[in-house]
């Protein structure tokens, strides 16, 4: 029997629904292991109500700090594990014992952030660049979420692909009732959820949306997600486009989300850069068709059940939206092959598949 620590500090965040769904199902897998989960303070109630039956020890160290480096590195050392796995590549990078790291993908490496310091965002940049590098090399065992980010992963960090197991994800149905979101009710409209970083593409999308609302006059564009400093320079550069009818709702309940899912004419991703696709499979479980980009891993995970387009072309992107919203049977087409697309992914089968990669690593 091996002890094995996992490092949940991302846990309660979006990047962190992976470790909490990894946790909850390994528990259920009843593994014959001491596995130890190591989470922020105020998850440490959460952990505990999902897996019971694993040691839930609370760390204040947080991601990209000096404490991590040097307290966090103290405590993981001090529990003598047998391997550690971390849910990000966000790690002590002196840690010296077994490990083995889940890569989400590269986008950081590649992409700015305007809401920074230009200057101390690419410092910053830089050493994460490096950081990667030295995390995919140290670890026994390198975890992805699709193909695509293990051959990236693979070419970015010279580290062999065998040593990359591609565990795939999965979308959760939302249980809370449907809420509708006041002035939506009787709209027509598509929709975007999530954050409006720049490699969500955004931009490109609110000009697509201007081309669409010549032959569409009454279709709204709702941009769902909690309110920061990009969304508010989007909502200024939509209003520099003379754009009507885009609606920046703020942070949406999970029954409001539910009911946008439910009422959209199209869920549209128009991003540059995934490692998974994540709001993508959702919006398909609960019936909304998908209008995609064709970048990085997202026709892998969405499969013929999205119609997609280049996310660098504002017309193609009106396009293909149009030919969703303008054509019934090709809509009902799409939502019937995202239900179908949908069943093809699990959080069980996910763990079982990240245990196995657990007991390799360890020779067991």
């Known amino acids: 029997m091996a002890k094995i620590v996992i490092d949940a500090r991302e846990s309660g965040t979006s990047t962190g629904r992976y470790i909490d769904k990894l946790v909850?199902?390994?528990?259920?897998?009843e593994p014959k292991h001491t596995v130890i989960v190591l989470t922020k303070a105020e998850r440490l109630e959460y952990i505990a109500s999902v897996a019971p039956k694993f040691v839930v020890v609370e760390t204040p160290f947080k991601e990209f700090t000096f404490g991590e480096q040097l307290g966090f590195r103290r405590q993981v050392a001090g529990l003598e594990a047998d391997l550690v796995h971390f849910g990000m590549v966000q790690q002590p990078i002196l840690y010296s014992g077994k490990t083995v790291t889940t890569m989400h993908d590269l986008t950081t490496v590649r992409f700015k952030n305007p809401a920074k310091n230009p200057a101390a965002f690419w410092a910053k940049q830089q050493v994460y660049k490096w950081v990667n590098k030295r995390a995919a090399r140290k670890s026994a065992a390198i975890i992805t979420p699709t193909e695509f980010v293990k051959q990236d992963v693979a070419a970015f960090t010279g580290v062999s692909p065998s040593k990359i197991t591609v565990t795939l994800e999965a979308a959760d149905l939302i249980h809370d009732a449907p809420q509708p979101i006041a002035g939506l009710e009787d709209s027509t409209f598509i929709m975007y959820v999530g954050r409006p970083t720049p490699h969500k593409n955004l931009g490109r999308l609110m000009e697509a949306y201007g081309e669409l609302k010549k032959t569409h006059p009454d279709l709204k564009l709702v941009l769902a997600g909690k309110k920061d400093?990009?969304?508010a320079a989007h909502e200024q550069r939509a209003a520099e486009l003379g754009l009507q009818d885009v609606i920046f709702t703020g942070f949406v309940s999970e029954g409001q989300l539910r009911?946008?899912?439910?009422?959209?004419?199209?869920y549209v991703f128009p991003s540059l850069s995934e490692g998974f696709?994540?709001?993508?499979?959702?919006?398909?479980?609960?019936?909304?068709?998908?209008?995609?980009?064709?970048?990085?891993?997202?026709?892998?995970?969405?499969?013929d059940a999205a119609h997609y387009f280049d996310p660098l072309d504002v017309s193609d992107m009106a396009a293909k939206i149009c030919e969703v919203a303008d054509t019934p049977a090709l809509a009902r087409d799409l939502a019937a092959k995202g239900h179908v697309r949908v069943k093809q992914f699990s959080w069980t089968r996910m763990a079982q598949q990240t245990l196995a990669v657990y007991e390799k690593s360890l020779g067991l």
Do not use: F, K
């Open 229 to 231: 400093v990009l969304y």
């Open 24 to 29: 909850e199902h390994l528990h259920l897998l």
């Open 277 to 303: 696709g994540l709001p993508g499979l959702e919006a398909m479980l609960h019936g909304a068709p998908v209008v995609s980009s064709n970048a990085t891993c997202l026709p892998e995970v969405y499969g």
């Open 259 to 266: 009911w946008l899912y439910e009422h959209t004419a199209a």
